[in-house]
């Protein structure tokens, strides 16, 4: 079979634009997986000694399977199983956010969004502008949109994927991850419209371009510590 990535970690963890080849799975290997998951988690997690909750997750699975496409993606398999572990309130049981089709889409020369954020309740801030005129941003403003989509609306979504109960920490694993996990779920990819809130509290509309990997890490150099994910 293809390597759709299944390994356990604490109770049990899954690791799951640009013209990129990506590998795809059959729906018989997804299928396959994702009963030999279920299967595994139903055994060792101790909340499903309770027979409500057991039916009420096997429930959960059943419409996953409905979901199923005839060809799969490992991002889409992920977006796919990644909510139904998360619903389960536990910080030791959950998917971890694959990669591999992010390292090739950086590889193709895909850009990225060009900031490393802070999420503090619900609000996203810039800690570091990533793009070539560094001097556009000092650090601390405020993104309320990006795209579209307000920034409370897209933590939320993106809150989701994450299991565990306390939001902060789950906002905290979404800031490490932001340039990566909105480039997954949305699909935002060469150009940013963002509403800023600027340090003099002026509200003002930006077109800002993504930055492609080698421009990134050249850029970072500049950057102080900061302890997250370089992808």
Known sequence: ???????????????????????????????????FAFERLISIHPIFLDKTELIHFQNKFYEI??????????NEVYMLLAPVFASLNDGHTGVIVPTDQRLEYTKAGGKSFPFFVDIVNDSIYVLFYCGN???????????????????????????????????????????NKFRFLIWMFYGFEDEYELVIKNNQDEIKKMAIPGVSSADFMQNIKQMPKINQDYY
């Open 1 to 35: 079979m293809k390597k759709l990535t299944i390994i356990f970690l604490s109770i049990l963890t899954i690791s799951v634009y640009g013209q990129v080849d990506y590998t795809y799975y059959t729906k018989a290997e997804v299928e396959q997986d994702l009963n």
């Open 65 to 74: 399977e409905k979901s199923i496409k005839d060809s799969m993606t490992q």
């Open 133 to 175: 005129d560094t001097s556009l941003f000092q650090s601390g403003e405020q993104i309320l949109e990006i795209n579209g989509i307000s920034a409370t609306e897209m933590v939320h979504s993106l809150e989701s994927l994450f299991s565990g109960e306390l939001s902060g920490i789950k906002q905290k694993e979404i800031a």
